[in-house]
């Protein structure tokens, strides 16, 4: 049985829901509640969105989601009165609209041309890279795609884990029904027992398809039990509620963002369960150990940036590129590619330049070797960071994978260091806040985020 395809609606027209019903859809509409709350609780495969609509403005949600979208998962449809709005989504990479009205054939037929673009999308965009690990990676993960037994993906936040996740299954005979994610971090056991094992649970709907599972010491041991359990069997498996008891079969694949050997001793990952899942497993390295594929890289997320947004890119100049070359990229891919998106909505010319590029910290002095404790390299990682996004952190959070809570409770603690340490040595202090009164000792000193190089 194909599994359910989700659809959010940006629409209010019943008789479009109907259609998609009778197509097999599971659809979430978007005119009554929180939009951006819909897209987060559905993950939507497809989105279709109606040009005509009034509220929300489907076209400014589409520019909010935007990063998060392929142009081949997205349908637009326009009537008479919304054909101006056409060429407008056109400007932020969404080219492909349907003239309404629209009928059950031709909405069958253009979910259907999504479905392709949206496969072939997948697979013009797998992991690259020249470098020696990167090709290790991936001719682990070509093999892996030929079997069908659970494997452990590591690597740091922003390597690309989920990325040669869906790779793996969009190889494997399982390509044609759904690949799923959920992520471990924070998740309660209640929650997370409905999440994985619930009636309409990620194991119910990846059926005969395959489950992600990132950060996987973070589920709770009770249902690392279950899972236990589930991975056991080598057919279909029992899941959900006694009153409606339903199979499923999903082949599961496991991240981590650091070593599960550590998560074992520590005692937030079962062995056994571990023993389960770690028969495979792939390493992503850091991209600061592999320089050598930022170029590739580079090009492909700049032309990715001018399809969004209608402009044609050459490359990224000499200039530019010795730039990042000599960045430590403390995110990782995620950084990279989030850096290369801003530099190409700000370049006014064919090339991508390094003046186009925000002020990166180059390869220097750092504390980041042998001996040095987690708070000295995670201090190093924030203010790096925030020197390479200029203050901001709301950008810096999302590159990190940290809450801007903690960043700033975290910048708190260091000027407090700072303070303590004034009177023994040269400060290196941090931005004031806009609302802060800098002192005039502070007022005096130019604000600083990592030591200079010798």
């Not at 999440?195 to 009770?222: K, N, S, V, W, Y």
């Not at 044609?312 to 998106?341: Q, T, Y």
């Not at 190093?380 to 700033?408: D, F, H, P, W």
Request: net charge positive; proline share 6%; with cysteine.
């Amino acid at each position: 049985m194909a599994t359910t395809t989700r659809v959010l609606m940006i629409a209010d027209d019943s008789g479009l829901f109907d259609m998609l019903a009778n197509r097999g859809v599971e659809t979430a509409v978007t005119d009554s509640v929180d939009p951006l709350r819909q897209w987060a609780r559905l993950m939507p495969d497809f989105v279709v969105a109606d040009l005509d609509l009034a509220a929300p403005d489907p076209l400014e949600l589409l520019r909010v989601l935007r990063t998060r979208l392929d142009p081949g998962r997205v349908l637009l449809l326009a009537g008479p009165r919304s054909l101006g709005r056409v060429a407008e989504a056109a400007r932020i990479g969404l080219p492909w609209y349907q003239k309404k009205p629209v009928d059950e054939i031709e909405i069958g037929l253009a979910l259907d041309r999504v479905r392709d673009d949206g496969a072939r999308s997948v697979q013009a965009q797998p992991v690259t890279g020249s470098s020696p690990n990167i090709q290790s990676a991936l001719r682990l993960a070509a093999q892996a795609a030929e079997q069908d037994r659970p494997l452990t993906i590591t690597g740091e936040p922003g390597v690309g884990k989920r990325l040669l996740g869906r790779l793996i299954h969009e190889r494997s005979g399982r390509a044609q029904h759904a690949f799923g994610q959920i992520s471990c971090v924070g998740l309660s056991q209640g929650v997370a027992d409905g999440e994985l094992f619930g009636r309409e649970g990620r194991l119910q709907r990846c059926h005969q398809g395959t489950l992600m599972i990132d950060e996987i010491a973070g589920l709770p041991a009770a249902c690392q039990h279950r899972l236990l359990k589930y991975v056991r069997s080598e057919k279909p498996r029992r899941i959900g509620a006694r009153a409606d008891v339903r199979t499923s079969d999903v082949r599961v694949i496991v991240s981590s963002s650091d070593p599960l050997e550590d998560h074992v001793r520590n005692g937030s990952l079962l062995a056994e369960f571990f023993d389960r899942i770690s028969g495979v497993r792939i390493e992503l390295h850091p991209l600061r150990e592999r320089k050598s594929d930022i170029p590739v890289l580079a090009d492909r997320f700049l032309r990715q940036a001018g399809q969004r947004s209608g402009r044609s890119f050459k490359g990224v100049a000499p200039d530019g590129l010795d730039l990042l070359l000599r960045h430590s990229w403390p995110g990782n891919v995620r950084e990279l590619e989030e850096m290369i998106a801003r530099a190409a909505d700000a370049a006014d010319g064919p090339w991508l330049m390094a003046d186009d590029l925000p002020a990166l910290p180059v390869a220097g002095r750092s504390v980041i070797v042998p001996g040095s404790t987690i708070q000295e390299i995670e201090k190093e990682a924030i203010l790096r960071t925030l020197q390479a996004e200029k203050g901001s952190t709301g950008r810096a959070a999302r590159i990190l994978n940290m809450s801007v809570r903690k960043i700033q409770y975290k910048l708190k603690e260091y000027r407090r260091e700072s303070a303590a340490t004034l009177q023994s040595e040269t400060v290196r202090g941090l931005p004031v806040p806009v609302d802060a009164e800098p002192s005039r000792a502070a007022a005096r000193k130019k604000a600083v985020f990592v030591p200079n190089p010798p």
